[in-house]
């Protein structure tokens, strides 16, 4: 098995008017990870989409291994060695790892001899730098357990070149770390060619050789990655000078509590423990950060919060008064809540703009009386001012919310539920996923809303984003509140107690 | 107060003006909801002409009895609308629930229970001024729809349980009990071949409307459709029913009453589709007997998948389907062709109807335009 370059010459590649990729070139060089840069929407999921021949560029050409390659379906990239790692996970969670290791073979039999197999997997994981367990099942592993298995079935399937979308999205620190190193051994090695596709400044610094970057459908510019200072990808990225700044905190939080929340427990999933939480207090012009591993309580703390799961047992409580989330109290009380995928959580993706922008109040009049027939009127002009308050990119009020980009869709639920007066803000990973631009918008507005006076809990799997934006740090592990550190704590410190090292 | 965040940007840069670049799109996607379901309904058409041509008729001869059939004539017209009337209330059985994304099939349950009861309190109150006993009859059939699919929701809100099985197994139930009841405590000593209850009074019956052979039944299904679309998209009712039915999640986030929204919507829907079967009792059949069974709430769930469950199309939908249906007569004796004829028809146009749903959003021209 040997690491393979590959080549992209003049690829061009339209949706209906839309010009996805415009004539990009680009070469990886054999057993080198390259990283393929730029923000969301600018045509890395295309790119290699082209190449792995999910989509089919209109014009240019890909040269495989020196030869130009015909490239029309998933099958013909398998067939030439070329496998991705996607950015979700695609084992199957209730078999085991050497069932979905055997069962993704092209050529798997119509009756599996298992014996024969396991002997062949066996030869196979002793050739392995590393070791995964074989025969339990892919759902007890871990999210990095995982990402380390799914890259162990493109080597089983003998790909030579992976293409990883944005592999570390879901990983801790450590994790993040330990994958990688991994995948740079392997190169290193000369096992495989990588293209990496990631919006990570500091992955691309520490594990790439190459690196190009892409913006609006463009090739922009790349190189080395020795040669290029964090600085130089930034603007070739964004296409400006700067990296947007942080807006700074300001002012110190409030001696009474706002949101202080005891002894909450739920129910857990799927056999997993459920919430077990002692205290989360947060202060009126306060950001609590909540960190931890992805599936360790976080999503439950958001719903129960949210209205949309029930606690077994504890208080809540919004300036002394007792919360359950209804409609009332949230109106009363000012709690606004913007949960992680909006599009899933926070709105009604197939109603238009206007009307998703107005779910907060269309029941209510200015003065909070119960509104029963819709004020079409208010509910235009509320949209429109929106729009043009929080820059969202929108064809027009009236199409389904679900046509916007992930970006604009956070903007508009983002705009939503900072409307008017906020005394409470549960904020769960704004940033997940989306560019630059919007990253650096969204996080100044919810300091903004901090500095204003309210009392923010922030969730998120990002270590970074908590740590630039928190007054205060938790961490969550299990569904329990197991470590309180200040700003600007260690991130090293904080992941390991995120993993339960410390 | 003070503590709170006030975005200044908000208000500052209230008055810019919104950057919009697809004004069309609202009229292009009504176009698309309309475009979509004629196209399905020409497929079924082709698909009929071709079973009709295998049988060795004439789908020309067909077409033209069913327009003579359904609208040739005053009489014809008038059959139709009798037999659109209690399809626009079981219609609605199915519509409204839909708003919050239930797909509730067991509108014939409470027909049966809705006619069933209407004519169990008319023979006690005998004597009473007929237009009293005709409001006190509307009351009973619509509480006894209203209870049988409210409890549907009930148990999809509160227990999880599927409500499109559970309301077509609770008409099961409906028209076990009707039988029952209608064979056995209920049962007019004086109905031999066909049990049916006690009649309710010729006296007591519903009139025609003025110079036809209409019954109020229709002015009531139009005036429902009317007031439900008003309700569906007009109040905060309504919205707060599509937001749930758009995302369950999101309504749970904004705090709605979800589980209360499932019940009423569920409940009103009921409370339609007894009213059909009262209104089958107290201007068609004077009593309650099997003949309340003829499958209302099922041809309902086609009139309201081909509204798209949009209460005003409901109408123009209804009168199509009775439409065919009074032609089917006609078109028996005819092309010597079995009544069932019409029902291979309708069959077919719910296929085709629902296999049209994937075909909205797969044409470019009717998207939203990207911003340039």
Same mark, same amino acid.
């Given at each position: 098995m040997?690491?393979?370059?590959?080549?992209?010459?003049?690829?061009?590649?339209r949706f209906g008017?839309f010009?996805?990729?415009?004539?990009v070139s680009?070469?990886?060089?054999?057993?080198?990870?390259?990283?393929?840069l730029?923000?969301?929407?600018?045509?890395?999921s295309?790119?290699?989409?082209?190449?792995?021949?999910y989509n089919l560029a209109e014009?240019?050409?890909f040269?495989?291994?020196g030869r130009?390659?015909h490239?029309?379906?998933p099958q013909?990239?398998g067939?030439?060695?070329?496998?991705?790692?996607y950015q979700?996970?695609?084992?199957?969670?209730?078999?085991?790892?050497?069932e979905n290791?055997v069962m993704?073979?092209?050529d798997?039999?119509?009756?599996?001899?298992?014996s024969?197999?396991r002997a062949?997997?066996?030869?196979?994981?002793?050739g392995?730098p590393?070791?995964i367990p074989?025969d339990?099942?892919?759902?007890s592993?871990?999210?990095g357990?995982?990402q380390k298995?799914?890259?162990?079935?493109?080597l089983?399937?003998e790909?030579?070149?992976?293409?990883?979308?944005?592999?570390t999205?879901t990983?801790?620190?450590?994790?993040s !770390?330990?994958? *990688?190193?991994? #995948?740079?051994?392997?190169?290193?090695?000369? +096992?495989?060619?990588?293209i990496? &596709?990631?919006? =990570?400044l500091?992955?691309v610094?520490a594990f790439?050789?190459?690196?190009?970057?892409?913006?609006?459908?463009?090739?922009?510019?790349?190189?080395?990655?020795?040669?290029?200072s964090?600085?130089?990808?930034?603007?070739l990225?964004?296409?400006e000078?700067h990296?947007?700044?942080?807006i700074?905190?300001?002012?110190a939080?409030?001696?009474?509590?706002?949101?202080?929340?005891?002894n909450l427990a739920?129910?857990?999933?799927?056999?997993?423990?459920g919430?077990n939480?002692?205290?989360?207090?947060?202060?009126?012009r306060?950001?609590?950060?909540?960190?931890g591993?992805?599936?360790?309580g !976080?999503?439950a *703390?958001?719903? #129960?919060?949210?209205?949309?799961?029930?606690? +077994?047992?504890?208080?809540?409580? &919004?300036a002394? =008064?007792?919360?359950?989330?209804?409609r009332?109290?949230a109106f009363?009380?000012?709690?606004?809540?913007?949960p992680?995928?909006p599009l899933?959580n926070?709105?009604?993706?197939s109603?238009?703009?206007?009307?998703?922008?107005?779910l907060?109040r269309?029941?209510r009049n200015?003065?909070?009386?119960?509104?029963r027939w819709?004020?079409?009127k208010?509910?235009s002009?509320?949209?429109?001012t929106?729009?043009?308050a929080y820059?969202i990119?929108?064809p027009?009020k009236?199409?389904?919310?679900?046509?916007?980009?992930?970006g604009n869709?956070?903007?508009?639920?983002?705009?939503?539920?900072?409307d008017?007066?906020?005394?409470?803000?549960?904020?769960a990973?704004p940033?997940?996923?989306?560019?630059v631009k919007?990253v650096a918008?969204i996080?100044?507005r919810?300091?903004a809303?901090?500095?204003?006076?309210?009392a923010?809990l922030?969730?998120?799997?990002?270590?970074?984003e908590i740590?630039?934006?928190?007054?205060?740090?938790?961490?969550m592990r299990?569904?329990?509140?197991v470590?309180e550190?200040?700003?600007?704590?260690?991130a090293q410190?904080?992941?390991?107690?995120?993993?339960?090292h410390g | 107060?003070?503590d709170?965040?006030?975005?200044?940007?908000a208000?500052t840069?209230?008055?810019a003006?919104a950057?919009?670049f697809?004004?069309?799109y609202?009229?292009?996607?009504a176009?698309e909801?309309i475009l979509?379901p004629?196209?399905?309904l020409?497929?079924a058409?082709?698909?009929?002409?071709l079973?009709?041509?295998?049988?060795?008729q004439s789908p020309?001869?067909?077409?033209?009895?069913v327009?003579?059939?359904?609208f040739?004539?005053?009489?014809?017209?008038?059959n139709t609308?009798?037999?659109?009337?209690?399809?626009?209330l079981?219609?609605?059985c199915v519509?409204?629930?839909a708003q919050?994304?239930?797909v509730?099939?067991?509108g014939?349950?409470?027909?049966v229970?809705g006619?069933?009861?209407a004519?169990?309190?008319?023979?006690?109150l005998a004597?009473?001024?007929p237009?009293?006993?005709?409001v006190?009859?509307?009351i009973?059939?619509m509480?006894a729809?209203a209870?049988?699919?409210?409890?549907?929701?009930w148990?999809?809100a509160k227990r999880?349980i599927n409500?499109t099985?559970?309301s077509?197994?609770?008409?099961?139930?409906?028209i076990?009990?009707?039988?029952h009841?209608?064979?056995?405590?209920?049962?007019?000593?004086?109905?031999?071949?066909?049990?049916s209850t006690a009649?309710?009074?010729?006296?007591n019956m519903f009139?025609?409307?003025?110079g036809t052979?209409?019954?109020?039944?229709l002015?009531?299904g139009i005036?429902?459709?009317?007031?439900?679309y008003i309700?569906i998209f007009?109040?905060s009712?309504?919205?707060g029913?599509r937001?749930t039915g758009?995302?369950?999640r999101a309504?749970?986030?904004q705090?709605?009453?979800v589980?209360r929204?499932?019940?009423i919507?569920?409940?009103l829907?009921?409370?339609c589709a007894?009213l059909?079967?009262?209104?089958e009792v107290?201007a068609?059949q004077?009593r309650?007997?099997a003949?309340?069974a003829?499958?209302y709430?099922y041809a309902g769930?086609?009139?309201?998948?081909?509204?798209r469950q949009?209460?005003?199309?409901?109408i123009p939908?209804?009168v199509v389907?009775?439409?065919l249906?009074a032609?089917?007569?006609?078109?028996q004796r005819?092309?010597?062709?079995?009544?069932a004829?019409?029902l291979?028809l309708?069959?077919?146009?719910?296929?085709a109807i629902?296999a049209?749903?994937t075909?909205y959003g797969?044409?470019?021209?009717?998207?939203?335009?990207r911003?340039p």
């Amino acid at each position: 098995m040997k690491a393979i370059g590959v080549e992209a010459v003049n690829v061009t590649k339209r949706f209906g008017a839309f010009t996805a990729l415009d004539d990009v070139s680009l070469k990886v060089r054999p057993g080198t990870v390259h990283a393929l840069l730029g923000e969301n929407g600018a045509g890395k999921s295309t790119l290699v989409k082209c190449l792995l021949g999910y989509n089919l560029a209109e014009v240019g050409s890909f040269i495989v291994d020196g030869r130009e390659a015909h490239i029309t379906q998933p099958q013909d990239a398998g067939r030439l060695g070329i496998g991705m790692v996607y950015q979700h996970f695609t084992l199957v969670p209730s078999m085991t790892v050497a069932e979905n290791l055997v069962m993704a073979r092209p050529d798997v039999p119509r009756v599996i001899n298992w014996s024969v197999e396991r002997a062949r997997l066996a030869t196979f994981m002793a050739g392995m730098p590393f070791k995964i367990p074989l025969d339990v099942p892919v759902d007890s592993l871990a999210a990095g357990e995982r990402q380390k298995a799914e890259i162990l079935k493109q080597l089983y399937l003998e790909r030579r070149l992976l293409v990883l979308d944005e592999p570390t999205s879901t990983l801790t620190p450590q994790e993040s !770390q330990e994958v *990688l190193g991994l #995948v740079r051994s392997l190169v290193q090695a000369g +096992t495989i060619t990588v293209i990496i &596709i990631t919006h =990570k400044l500091k992955e691309v610094a520490a594990f790439a050789d190459d690196v190009s970057v892409l913006r609006r459908g463009k090739m922009v510019g790349g190189g080395a990655v020795a040669a290029l200072s964090a600085t130089d990808l930034t603007t070739l990225m964004i296409g400006e000078k700067h990296a947007p700044a942080i807006i700074e905190r300001l002012g110190a939080p409030g001696a009474t509590p706002r949101l202080a929340v005891h002894n909450l427990a739920t129910l857990g999933d799927h056999g997993r423990p459920g919430l077990n939480i002692d205290a989360i207090v947060v202060h009126p012009r306060e950001i609590v950060g909540i960190a931890g591993v992805s599936g360790n309580g !976080q999503t439950a *703390l958001l719903e #129960v919060l949210g209205g949309q799961r029930f606690a +077994t047992s504890g208080t809540i409580a &919004i300036a002394d =008064k007792p919360y359950h989330a209804r409609r009332d109290e949230a109106f009363a009380l000012k709690v606004r809540v913007l949960p992680e995928e909006p599009l899933r959580n926070g709105c009604v993706p197939s109603m238009s703009v206007e009307d998703n922008a107005s779910l907060r109040r269309f029941d209510r009049n200015d003065d909070g009386s119960p509104r029963r027939w819709l004020d079409r009127k208010r509910m235009s002009a509320r949209a429109k001012t929106m729009i043009a308050a929080y820059g969202i990119r929108t064809p027009s009020k009236d199409v389904p919310i679900a046509a916007l980009s992930g970006g604009n869709v956070q903007r508009a639920i983002l705009a939503r539920e900072l409307d008017g007066a906020v005394d409470v803000f549960i904020v769960a990973n704004p940033c997940f996923g989306l560019d630059v631009k919007a990253v650096a918008d969204i996080r100044a507005r919810i300091v903004a809303a901090r500095n204003g006076g309210a009392a923010v809990l922030l969730i998120s799997e990002d270590l970074d984003e908590i740590r630039e934006l928190s007054d205060r740090i938790l961490v969550m592990r299990d569904g329990a509140i197991v470590f309180e550190a200040p700003a600007g704590a260690d991130a090293q410190m904080i992941g390991s107690h995120m993993v339960g090292h410390g | 107060m003070s503590d709170s965040a006030a975005l200044p940007s908000a208000t500052t840069l209230a008055d810019a003006p919104a950057p919009v670049f697809d004004r069309g799109y609202r009229y292009r996607h009504a176009l698309e909801s309309i475009l979509v379901p004629a196209l399905a309904l020409v497929l079924a058409a082709a698909g009929f002409a071709l079973f009709l041509i295998c049988l060795g008729q004439s789908p020309l001869d067909f077409v033209d009895l069913v327009w003579r059939g359904a609208f040739g004539s005053a009489f014809s017209i008038q059959n139709t609308l009798l037999k659109a009337s209690p399809l626009l209330l079981t219609a609605l059985c199915v519509a409204l629930p839909a708003q919050l994304g239930l797909v509730i099939i067991g509108g014939e349950g409470a027909v049966v229970l809705g006619g069933l009861a209407a004519a169990a309190i008319a023979p006690p109150l005998a004597g009473i001024p007929p237009l009293l006993l005709q409001v006190l009859m509307m009351i009973a059939g619509m509480s006894a729809g209203a209870v049988w699919i409210g409890f549907a929701g009930w148990l999809r809100a509160k227990r999880g349980i599927n409500e499109t099985i559970s309301s077509l197994l609770l008409a099961y139930i409906a028209i076990a009990l009707f039988n029952h009841i209608v064979e056995g405590p209920l049962r007019d000593p004086a109905s031999l071949n066909k049990p049916s209850t006690a009649d309710i009074g010729a006296g007591n019956m519903f009139g025609y409307l003025p110079g036809t052979d209409v019954h109020p039944g229709l002015i009531f299904g139009i005036i429902a459709c009317i007031a439900f679309y008003i309700l569906i998209f007009k109040t905060s009712f309504g919205f707060g029913c599509r937001v749930t039915g758009g995302s369950l999640r999101a309504a749970q986030l904004q705090g709605l009453p979800v589980t209360r929204l499932i019940i009423i919507a569920c409940a009103l829907g009921g409370a339609c589709a007894g009213l059909a079967g009262m209104v089958e009792v107290a201007a068609v059949q004077g009593r309650a007997n099997a003949s309340l069974a003829a499958g209302y709430g099922y041809a309902g769930i086609l009139i309201a998948f081909l509204a798209r469950q949009n209460p005003l199309a409901i109408i123009p939908m209804a009168v199509v389907l009775g439409g065919l249906t009074a032609s089917g007569g006609l078109i028996q004796r005819r092309m010597d062709l079995p009544d069932a004829t019409v029902l291979v028809l309708q069959g077919m146009i719910f296929v085709a109807i629902l296999a049209s749903e994937t075909f909205y959003g797969r044409f470019a021209w009717f998207q939203p335009r990207r911003a340039p």
